[in-house]
């Protein structure tokens, strides 16, 4: 797409709209309540974060962007001055807050009658002038619901356009990290709390995400999280209002800014309030190499047990949970992520097979250039490849509506027709039994599913 026209988390004038993928501060430097240059694109929660955020914000600038429908744009070119005409979709990233508690989510099942809450979002561009995908932050949670509607969403927003630009989230573009889904590291936090029923805890969060972790922590130990005055405003404006509290007397749990969790302000409280633990949710302390040549990451757990020594700022690794430490206060870095890990970067790149790739990271030194590894998955050909599997599977579906059906007879449906070559088709890791594809087309023929995916 042609400069001068539309700018994602850039906020540098020259541009004619501007989109917001979330409200994380490493994607909205150079936003402030003092923003004229132009129209401002997000989601509708953002849009209703923005002026806690951004106190005095002209909100008559925001444009809010329904997640899944197509929004048609027209602006101008700045070399030929023409109109150029572009239609662009918000899909669910996945990142920040995550699809909490709705059908979409690993919580889903345990506490169903919570919102729905999409925040972030990547951006799809379609256009005469190719088509750019921009992920925000994201996390690709392989076996997951909401990354099995994002394929699904994506590949139909594709149709049979090669993709020309993806621009990824990058973060953790190394082989080095392998992180748990969120469901298990939500899992591993709590069992850590538990083990320590008499102690403080104390969690690290940024001023936006992890919600569906505290929340989980909430429902599980039944108890309220302490946060600060400025979150719980958050927490309201997300609809939540009954976890959490800004009175200590109330609860043993506390979540306080990433910025304050320090090894002083833990020691500190070990002091002065008792028996505390600290837990940091992040996928970044895993890069670190150990002396060995392995990296934490590689830990089986992905829980990393330390204790804070009386010196500001250092600490001690003890190995495996449950160490005695004495009186030292203990702290857990545990694999928690809302961004994704390499495989599954890597999973998202073999799905859409872009021409060109270009990392929207760059400030971290440990951050890759992803055509380092994935640079094999792009290129026109490789575009042209996926658009080919597209239109192989959607060939596929054709046969499979004209073959014959016979009726049920005794409980077992008989297909007949083309012979296939075997029973399971493959699109892009998605492995459908044909039987079942055929039941979803059978136009009223009542057929034995036996459908079965993996990933
Ligand atoms: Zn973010």
């Known amino acids: 797409m042609e400069s001068g026209m539309i700018s994602v988390d850039r906020w540098a004038a020259g541009s004619q709209a501007y989109f917001l993928t979330h409200l994380h501060a490493d994607h909205t430097a150079g936003l402030s309540a003092a923003w004229r240059r132009g129209p401002l694109f997000c989601s509708r929660l953002t849009a209703k974060l923005i002026p806690c955020k951004f106190p005095g914000f002209d909100v008559s600038l925001l444009r809010i962007v329904e997640i899944g429908t ?3 744009l027209s602006l101008t070119s700045p070399s030929s001055r023409s109109s150029v005409e572009f239609v662009f979709k918000a899909i669910d990233a996945q990142h920040c807050p995550v699809a909490l508690f709705g059908d979409q989510n690993f919580l889903a099942t345990e506490f169903a009658d919570l919102p729905l809450l999409i925040c972030s979002v990547m951006y799809l561009f379609r256009g005469e002038s ?5 992920t925000g932050d994201f996390r690709w949670e392989s076996n997951s619901l909401g990354t099995e509607n994002g394929r699904a969403v994506l590949i139909d927003a594709l149709k049979d356009q090669t993709l020309d630009t993806l621009y990824l989230d990058n973060t953790y573009c190394n082989p080095q990290y392998s992180f748990p889904s969120r469901e298990v590291a939500s899992k591993q936090i709590v ?6 029923p008499n102690d403080e805890v104390v969690i690290a969060i940024d001023s936006l995400g992890k919600e569906d972790l505290l929340l989980y922590i909430s429902q599980a130990l039944s108890m309220k999280i302490w946060v600060w005055p400025e979150r719980l405003q958050i927490m309201h404006l997300l609809g939540f209002h009954e976890n959490f509290t800004t009175q200590t ?23 002065f309030r008792g028996p505390t633990i600290g837990i940091m949710p992040s996928g970044m302390p895993w890069a670190v190499a150990r002396k060995d040549g392995n990296t934490v990451g590689a830990s089986a757990s992905h829980v990393n047990e330390k204790e804070c020594s009386k010196n500001p700022g250092s600490c001690s690794e003890i190995h495996g949970l ?22 599954e970067i890597q999973e998202f790149i073999e799905l859409l097979r872009p021409v060109n790739i270009k990392g929207i990271v760059s400030s971290r030194s440990c951050c890759i250039n992803p055509r380092y590894y994935f640079g094999h ?5 490789q575009a042209l490849w996926r658009v080919q599997q597209k239109l192989d599977y959607e060939e596929d579906l054709r046969r499979a509506e004209v073959a014959e059906i016979k ?3 005794d409980g077992v449906s008989h297909v007949s027709g083309r012979k296939r070559k075997n029973d ?13 594809l055929l039941g979803r087309l059978s136009r009223g023929a009542r057929i034995t599913s036996t459908e079965s995916c993996s990933e």
């Open 191 to 196: 069992d850590i709390i538990m083990s320590h």
């Open 70 to 72: 197509w929004h048609s």
């Open 130 to 134: 190719g088509c750019t995908l921009h």
């Open 407 to 409: 009726p049920i007879a």
């Open 322 to 343: 449950g160490g005695n430490s004495g009186n030292a206060t203990k702290y857990y870095e545990v694999h928690y992520s809302d961004h994704s890990c390499y495989s």
């Open 424 to 436: 399971h088709m493959n699109f892009f890791g998605i492995r459908i039994s044909r039987v079942s």
């Open 249 to 271: 007397s109330l609860t043993r749990i506390r979540a306080i800014p990433r910025y304050s969790f320090k090894t002083d302000t833990l020691n500190k409280l070990n002091e």
């Open 377 to 381: 998955l792009c290129g026109p050909e």
